[in-house]
């Protein structure tokens, strides 16, 4: 499936999201087994792509409409 063209607000919580995640990785000093859990991180960024594409299919509905 197709990337979808994401707004200026979801490429800025995406951005966010992966910084969250990078800050915890670097967090994580490995000698635990890298226990760092990062789910509910990349459940998040997840979530944002797929109100993308449902808004993107919506947007689609709309014009088709016209």
Do not use: C, N, Y
Not at 21 to 37: L, T, V, Y
């Amino acid at each position: 499936m197709a990337d979808p063209k994401l707004t200026a607000g979801e490429k800025a919580r995406l951005v966010w999201l992966t910084a969250r995640m990078a800050k915890r990785g670097i967090a994580d000093d490995r000698q635990s087994g890298g226990r760092i859990h990062q789910g509910d991180l990349q459940r998040k960024f997840d979530r944002v792509l797929e109100d993308a594409r449902k808004r993107e299919e919506r947007d689609a509905k709309k014009r088709d409409r016209k």
